[in-house]
């Protein structure tokens, strides 16, 4: 039986990763093979954690669970840091002070690449490990069971169609047999229906729906809070702190009405006691990993902007049938005008766009931008383009409407305080009625939505068109 002997966060993660490792040798039988545990593609705070919490306690069962961060061109070293700062964050502060017998680390890229190297497993490390087992060659030549967390469909089905199985990007070599899942997005109905777990709720954070399961499964009870304090308990320490920063973020420390549910506050309320008090305030992790999130984007490109939380959809119309259409949507928590800044010019943010979206073959690339003004206030701005005539053309006007009024669609101007020329160029840039890559941009005042709202009207404006 799997357990979590390893009484700390580290060593959980440690001996995970050598579970992987000793899978891909083939020197573990079908019954001893690991569980991998999967985030969606952007791989975002909510999507990393939901999987190494999970993983944490559905460890307990008979067969280990390794969380799998689903980042193809990222390994997990300084790379991943640079990359995902906030997570780095949220895992110094959840394992500070040390525990006993582990050495202290920094958020330095030598000190946290080399704990993360050590830790972590992103779908890119996955690749490297296959090709030093010389497994690479046949199509699906592995198969491994799945449970996905923040998300509710594989993006590459099986060659035969069967329900629940397909690949990853960047793991085509394998194939995943989903045996459980705990979402809050709409269901994408790749799902079978006797899985289990099977959540698909409405909450701010998945790490919510996360930490009910796991009540609701026996495996994180109230009980265990109670229990004298043990190696196993200062462990779980570590991870509630770890699972309760999502839930902060996700909803802006739970005082976003529009996104909070009852699973969030239960979860905060559950986890929050169980914190270590002399070392851990949930004020303060809630600050700091803002922070770090807030200052993600300064030293990425514009391609790893557009790519830090991107996720992408295939939809096919009525209209014509037989040709999918790819739908690519970028999340960023800058303003549309910083990241035009940061490219140079519209010009070359157009030019980034361009070239973002033709190496992922898209028909619609959507850039939704959230981010806060200089007076504090909460704002969202959205950007699509149509970079295929006709179908994309049409299903973008189709998307503006059926969706201007419940996004609260308006024209657009900078909110960053550019002057009115800078503001103009982009206004100008950035709107086009052209046949040949359309495009539009708007402020969208109904803050409420965020891409959880926005890509299935997108979705529906294409599969809808007549």
């Keep these: 039986m799997a357990n979590n002997s390893e009484h700390t966060l580290f060593r ?10 000793r899978f891909l040798s083939g020197a573990l039988t079908r019954a001893e093979a690991p569980i991998y545990v999967i985030g969606n593609p952007s791989a975002d705070l909510d999507s ?47 394992t500070h002070p040390p525990a006993r017998d582990e050495q202290p680390w920094e958020e330095t890229p030598e000190s946290a690449g080399a704990i993360l190297h050590d830790h972590i497993l992103t779908v890119a490390e996955f690749n490297v490990h296959l090709k030093e087992s010389g497994k690479v060659n046949e199509e699906y030549q592995i198969n ?47 799902l079978r229906p006797d899985i289990e777990p ?78 270590n008090k002399e070392t851990t305030d949930k004020d303060k992790l809630y600050a ?36 999918p259409l790819n739908i690519g949507f970028c999340s960023m928590v800058r303003s549309i005008p910083w990241v035009v800044r940061k490219a140079g010019s519209p010009k070359e943010f157009l030019d980034a766009v361009y070239g973002f979206a033709a190496k992922r073959e898209l028909g619609i690339v959507v850039v939704m931008a959230a981010f806060s003004s200089n007076d504090d206030k909460f704002h969202r701005e959205l950007f699509v383009c149509a970079l295929d005539e006709g179908l994309a053309v049409d299903a973008l006007k189709n998307f503006v409407k059926q969706s201007s009024s419940p996004l609260g669609l308006e024209e657009w101007s900078s909110l960053d305080g550019d002057g009115e020329a800078l503001s103009k160029l982009i206004h100008d840039s950035l709107n086009s009625d052209g046949t040949h890559k359309w495009r539009h941009i708007w402020a969208a005042t109904d803050i409420a939505k965020s891409r959880k709202q926005v890509a299935p009207m997108m979705r529906e404006a294409v599969t809808s068109l007549r």
């Design 288 to 323: 700091q990993v803002l922070e770090a999130k807030q200052n993600s984007l300064d030293l990425l490109t514009v391609d790893e902007i557009l790519d830090r939380d991107y996720k992408q959809w295939v939809e096919t119309s009525s209209r014509e049938p037989g040709t």
């Design 12 to 21: 959980f993660l440690k001996t995970a990763l050598q579970i992987h490792r």
């Design 198 to 275: 099977k959540v698909i709720e409405k909450s701010g954070s998945c790490t919510s729906l996360v930490i009910h399961t796991l009540n609701k499964r026996g495996r994180w009870s109230e009980g265990r809070a109670k229990e004298a304090q043990t190696p196993r308990m200062a462990a779980e320490e570590q991870v509630a702190s770890l699972a309760v920063t999502p839930i902060l973020i996700d909803t802006a420390h739970l005082t976003a009405k529009d996104k909070v549910t009852q699973f969030d506050t239960r979860a905060v309320d559950f986890l929050t006691p169980k914190f």
């Design 144 to 190: 491994a069971d799945a449970v996905l967390v923040d998300w509710n469909a594989l993006p590459n089905n099986t060659l035969d169609g069967q329900k629940g199985k397909g690949s990853l990007d960047g793991l085509p070599t394998v194939e995943f047999n989903v045996i459980g899942c705990i979402d809050h997005h709409q269901d994408d109905g790749f």
């Design 48 to 94: 990393i954690i939901s999987a190494i919490t999970y993983s944490y306690f559905a460890n307990n069962t008979d067969r280990h669970h390794v969380p799998l961060i689903n980042l193809p061109n990222v390994p997990s070293g300084s790379e991943l840091r640079r990359l995902r700062p906030e997570f780095v964050k949220a895992l110094w502060l959840s």
